[in-house]
């Protein structure tokens, strides 16, 4: 009885002496150590820095040593070596130590000191797979299904904790091998899962599935993601300076010829909302001639690319737009028709007289100025672009738009008067600006009806 005593007696006192250790520092060296609860040294001062003992009957503190962190025991013994570079690291590994779990079920990355080169090692510091990697992150998961995120060759994958490659090494960042490793833990949409990167070789774009499978061919100079939910199946993507868009599986959905990504989103959006796709245009430019035309959602030519430039259809749907041919612009419907000759100076004049078109207007109801290319001078056409006051004038203005006392300022002999739709000067041409005829003009047509 009295050595049972004894042994119990022996065991407090040991306790009351561990729970007296004491973090303290040395002034002189400013190293950390333990003190006892005398104030005398019982774990020397030599750690660049250490946390209060924690645990309980294998109670253990975490400590920095050459740079490093680790863990000591209650004597001062090294039980976690210092490997890690963070003392949260250092204490996961301390708090395997002290449930006593067997050294090698948990794993931990940790960096070769000799040549930077990182591997995986147990809560004792032992390397379990060797340092062979440029970068390593903690274990994520249950067995059978854990992995962690490792670098090689600059890029990133996965190994399960055999340290078999689970993912291979093709993603460019750690966070999306990371996306890849929790879609292997979950063994979901293996079919639809799909992230971009990039082919080393060739620094084209393409995307692979979680396992780091090439599933779209790297041959795209940009990209954009299909998206987290795994319903979205289709992805923009560049190539030769021009966007289109693909599927899940790389089948071209539209080609890439749209100026930009939004552009290209947009035509798939068409489809997608079960729009009228036969009616549906949208200007864009050939690579090849750097002419305009219309192409269809999925990137095909409707209207030939033969203009200088083009202007979007009525919510690319509408019945007319305007195109510019040697200079000058006309009005054209969805067939690629012209409604009007290219005669007009500006795009918004040719889009009034394809308005007029597209409103059934009574031909000549709005007469535009146009400038002879040939002869040098001035007359009025109809929205079909045909003469209807010959060119004879020097210069020439929109008509006041009422229909029933139409007037327009026009130049001749060097002076500015008004005439009427028929071409005859109804104020005289006596005026040296254009401004001052539209205004004896505006008088004129407050007084007449015809």
Request: hydrophobic share 35%; net charge neutral.
């Amino acid at each position: 009885m009295k050595k049972i005593f004894s042994l119990v007696a022996l065991v407090c006192l040991l306790m009351l002496n561990t729970n007296a250790q004491t973090l303290s520092m040395q002034s002189s060296t400013k190293l950390y150590g333990f003190k006892n609860s005398d104030g005398a040294w019982q774990i020397a001062p030599q750690f660049q820095y250490a946390f209060e003992f924690q645990g309980h009957f294998k109670r253990f503190a975490v400590v920095k040593l050459d740079r490093f962190w680790g863990c000591i025991d209650n004597r001062g013994k090294m039980i976690v070596r210092n490997i890690f570079h963070t003392s949260d690291e250092a204490e996961a590994a301390g708090k395997e130590w002290e449930k006593g779990d067997e050294p090698g079920k948990w794993l931990y990355p940790a960096q070769n000191p000799a040549d930077g080169k990182w591997g995986f090692v147990d809560y004792y510091g032992n390397w379990k797979f060797e340092p062979k990697y440029d970068g390593a992150t903690v274990f994520v998961g249950q067995e059978p299904m854990s992995f962690a995120a490792v670098k090689t060759a600059n890029r990133w994958g996965c190994i399960d904790r055999k340290g078999v490659m689970v993912i291979a090494p093709v993603f460019m960042e750690k966070e999306h091998a990371d996306l890849a490793g929790k879609q292997w833990i979950h063994g979901r949409h293996y079919d639809t899962w799909r992230y971009p990167t990039k082919e080393k070789e060739t620094g084209k774009w393409g995307y692979v599935n979680y396992l780091g499978r090439w599933v779209v061919t790297a041959e795209y100079e940009d990209y954009d993601f299909f998206g987290p939910d795994h319903n979205y199946i289709y992805a923009q993507v560049k190539r030769d300076g021009r966007w289109g868009s693909i599927d899940r599986n790389g089948n071209v959905v539209s080609k890439c010829i749209f100026y930009t990504r939004e552009d290209a989103d947009y035509a798939l959006s068409q489809k997608e909302h079960g729009r009228n796709l036969a009616d549906w245009r949208l200007p864009v430019t050939d690579i090849a001639t750097g002419k305009y035309g219309w192409v269809d959602y999925e990137g095909e030519w409707v209207i030939n690319p033969i203009y200088e430039d083009a202007t979007h259809f009525i919510n690319d749907t509408g019945m007319f737009a305007t195109c510019k041919l040697d200079g000058l612009w006309a009005s054209i419907d969805n067939n690629g028709e012209h409604l009007s000759q290219n005669c007009f100076t500006l795009s918004s004049e040719a889009y009034q007289a394809g308005y007029e078109w597209d409103n059934d207007q009574e031909l000549g109801h709005w007469l535009y100025p146009i400038k002879n290319k040939a002869t040098g001078y001035w007359g009025y056409v109809n929205f079909k672009g045909q003469w209807v006051i010959q060119p004879t004038l020097e210069d020439a203005k929109l008509f006041i738009k009422t229909w029933n006392n139409r007037v327009a300022p026009a130049k001749m002999d060097g002076r500015w008067g008004c005439i009427d739709h028929t071409g005859q000067f109804v104020v005289k041409n006596i005026y040296t600006t254009s401004a001052e005829a539209y205004e004896a003009a505006r008088r004129w047509a407050e007084k007449q009806k015809f």
